[in-house]
């Protein structure tokens, strides 16, 4: 089982599983997030999606931007 977290540059944590590894999100109510079946998920960095904890794209209209590690 190998699982990949990779922060995007000005945008979401990108996490990407293999084959067969399965993966649950569970929100702070500890309700979880349906995920099953996907092999990509992408988790919001910028705080301004409205499917929390998933990325919307709305890191793109806030002009999202992490300063201490992002690259320019
Ligand atoms: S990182 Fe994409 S909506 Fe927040």
């Known amino acids: 089982m190998t699982v990949r977290l990779c922060p995007r540059p000005r945008g979401p944590l990108v996490v990407e599983l293999e084959e067969g590894d399965s993966l649950e999100i569970q929100r702070l109510d500890g309700s979880l997030v349906d ?15 409205g499917r929390v904890p ?5 890191h793109n209209r806030i002009a999202f931007s992490d300063p ?4 320019a």
């Open 35 to 49: 995920v099953a079946g996907v092999r990509k998920v992408r988790l919001c960095r910028c705080g301004a999606t």
């Open 54 to 58: 998933l990325c919307d794209g709305s």
């Open 68 to 71: 201490e590690r992002d690259e």
